[in-house]
């Protein structure tokens, strides 16, 4: 049976970081598009950013620059480093995977989903 299971989420003040992790099984992670959404109350879930089959990342614009995806070499967990958070990074992070293709920004492409970890940035 598929599992995400996310970690690493916290507090964290303005210019800090912080480093999610989504621990995979049932699976190989590297087999899977894996992805990162996050999601504020009452508003919809947004990407983040995703890691392809063939290695290719992919980012939202608002996190450009800041974050950086990897998938580690036992390939059964995915990264996302996040540098220079700032208050509207704060969100429940989830980590996904899609089953099939590569490049998916929408939540409905993805097939399985973990429980999510809270980020919270202040100022």
């Known amino acids: 049976q598929v599992r995400l299971e996310e970690s690493g989420g916290g507090s964290v003040q303005s210019g800090g970081s912080l480093r999610l992790s989504c621990q995979a099984s049932?699976?190989?992670?590297?087999?899977?598009?894996m992805a990162w959404f996050r999601q504020v109350p009452g508003e919809e879930r947004e990407f983040v950013s995703s890691f392809d089959t063939d290695g290719t990342t992919n980012y939202g614009d608002s996190v450009k620059g800041r974050f950086t995806v990897s998938l580690d070499i036992a390939a059964t967990t995915v990264h996302l480093q996040m540098n220079s958070l700032k208050p509207e990074d704060t969100a429940m992070y989830y980590c996904a995977a899609a089953t099939h293709g590569n490049g998916w920004l929408l939540p409905d492409d993805y097939h399985y989903w973990g429980q999510g970890t809270q980020v919270t940035v202040s100022l």
């Open positions: 049932g699976y190989t992670a590297s087999r899977y598009c």
